[in-house]
């Protein structure tokens, strides 16, 4: 029983580590991850290097595949890069495997107890942050030295050296163990490190650990499929591409298992020659089982993106109603997600014309236009966004300021539906009289819908300038107007007096939303996004 409970502790502590850990690297590493991959768009060596560093500083390649998918979808990196990085951040995830191999336990004990004491203590981030992942470190090894030690007397147990031979008898068994392990994890390095604990208490060696360290990139594609659902085109794609590298590495390694154990000398043979004893030596066949594939995988990738497309083709259409950029998966970065608002802002703000007539918010509407359901989904996300994640100070202001856009854009629909209300009520003769007023509405809104969209401060500046209602073209403008009023019958003149009354409405909305966005860039020169 006794040796139970030391079991039970060292997998619960090593259960809580890697919890604590992957969840202090994604927010200590997601704003740094964006900036690093943002600069992997040339070639695909520095791609290569940074899905290297992603994977290292993530320890999770289905997280760092889903931060792509948010970046992909928003233009922020290329499918190609993106596809690269994936592959080999497989390899960089591989680092924290060989902790667990050195013999670093007398210092164990003491980073555990000085990142505790740090994170308690120490309030300012990004030091809590980084204290909390060194802090999840140093409980993943103590949670495996306690499992070690938890199973050392069971090595001389005869029920449990026959349970480890009939497990690992077979090496298609071996392979399933791996999997079901990885997949209990939802880690493949967690099962890896858990393994290569189990060969430093000698309860078997690297010929029978093999086949089950192949069979661990596999254990994250259910967790993939459930995160996927909803995804589409190339973001489906780029999830896929990570399950097809996981399924080739294991098919590729395990027929090079079979291969040397017709006489061949592979894999084994060479971490045979390594020393370290067992535990290093698995260390190396979890590296080698993602960098041979990686890289024997790379010079095809063009090829596999094809075979995904028969599969899952790019969308034939994108519905006006539901979000292009704004995915589920984009809330677990919020950098990712911050970055990503504004893109759905500056669409929902594009998509506004005034050739409808009916108000964005019309009463009578048996559907909700598709206007205020996209709004209400942005409205939504970033709602989740704040729910779901502690925000930083920084980060809290700047879901503010979407959120205080998204407000203006919305009114700005319903005077802008106003406006075009009061265009088709004018009299057919009044129509050239408007144009000039109506074309100014609609070219700021355009002009508007793309500085939103790329929070380039030069077309944030141009949009503010241009919207400007009381510049002497506008004015001159708007007086032609009025004058022209009297042409037309004392109707006539109502509907056009209430077309400037919505004109002016509408404006200064568009004008409203170009102050509060130089007011972002001024508060943030030189920042990428706002």
């Not at 990142?115 to 030091?127: L, N």
Request: charged letters at 15%; aromatic letters at 8%.
């Amino acid at each position: 029983m006794f040796i139970f409970n030391g079991v039970i502790l060292g997998l619960g502590l090593f259960f809580l580590g890697l919890q604590l850990t992957g969840q202090n690297m994604r927010a200590l590493s997601g704003g740094g991850l964006r900036q690093l991959v943002r600069g992997a768009t040339g070639t695909p060596w520095v791609s290569g290097v940074c899905g290297l560093v992603a994977g290292a500083l993530m320890q999770s390649a289905t997280a760092v595949t889903f931060i792509l998918v948010s970046m992909v979808g928003s233009g922020l990196i290329k499918s190609a890069s993106a596809r690269v990085i994936v592959v080999w951040c497989n390899v960089g995830l591989t680092a924290l495997a060989f902790l667990a191999a050195f013999n670093i336990h007398p210092i164990v004990a003491f980073v555990v107890g000085v990142a505790g004491i740090a994170m308690g203590s120490v309030r300012r981030k990004p030091w809590n942050t980084i204290a909390g992942a060194v802090l999840g470190v140093g409980i993943i090894l103590f949670g495996l030295e306690q499992l070690g030690a938890g199973l050392a007397p069971l090595k001389d147990e005869a029920w449990f050296r026959q349970a480890i031979e009939v497990a690992l008898s077979s090496p298609l068994q071996a392979f399933g163990i791996g999997i079901a392990a990885a997949a209990l994890l939802q880690s493949n390095t967690g099962a890896a490190m858990v393994l290569i604990t189990l060969a430093a208490g000698g309860a078997f060696g690297v010929a029978e650990a093999a086949p089950a360290i192949y069979g661990t990139n596999l254990g994250a594609i259910a967790l993939r499929a459930f995160l996927a659902r909803g995804l589409s085109g190339s973001a489906i794609r780029l999830v896929r591409m990570e399950d097809l590298f996981c399924v080739f590495s294991g098919l590729l390694m395990m027929a090079l298992f079979f291969l040397e154990r017709a006489g061949v000398p592979l894999v084994q043979a060479f971490v045979y020659s390594l020393h370290g004893g067992e535990a290093m030596r698995l260390a190396a066949v979890f590296l080698l089982s993602n960098l041979i594939p990686a890289v024997a995988l790379s010079p095809f990738l063009p090829h596999c993106e094809s075979l995904l497309k028969r599969f899952w083709p790019s969308d034939a259409a994108e519905r006006p109603d539901q979000p292009k950029f704004l995915r589920s998966q984009a809330l677990a970065d919020p950098e990712t997600a911050l970055d990503l608002i504004p893109k759905e802002l500056g669409r929902l703000f594009g998509s506004l014309s005034l050739e409808s007539k009916a108000s964005v918010n019309d009463s009578d509407s048996h559907e909700m236009p598709a206007f205020m359901q996209l709004g209400a989904a942005i409205e939504g996300f970033c709602v989740r966004l704040a729910s779901e994640n502690p925000l930083s100070q920084t980060q809290s202001l700047r879901l503010q300021r979407c959120r205080a856009w998204l407000h203006t854009i919305r009114h700005i629909g319903e005077a802008s539906g106003e406006l075009a209300a009061s265009r088709a009520a004018l009299p057919p003769s009044a129509e050239p009289c408007a144009k000039g007023l109506l074309d100014w509405i609609q070219a700021n809104i355009l002009l508007g819908a793309d500085a939103t969209a790329s929070m380039d401060p030069q077309k944030i500046q141009e949009f503010f300038e241009s919207s400007k209602q009381k510049v002497p073209a506008v004015r001159a403008m708007r007086q032609s107007f009025l004058e022209s009023c009297g042409a037309f019958s004392p109707a006539g003149n109502l509907e056009m007096s209430s077309l400037v009354d919505n004109f002016d409405i509408t404006a200064w909305l568009i004008h409203r939303l170009s102050k509060l966005q130089v007011k972002a860039i001024q508060a943030a020169p030189g920042a990428v996004g706002f």
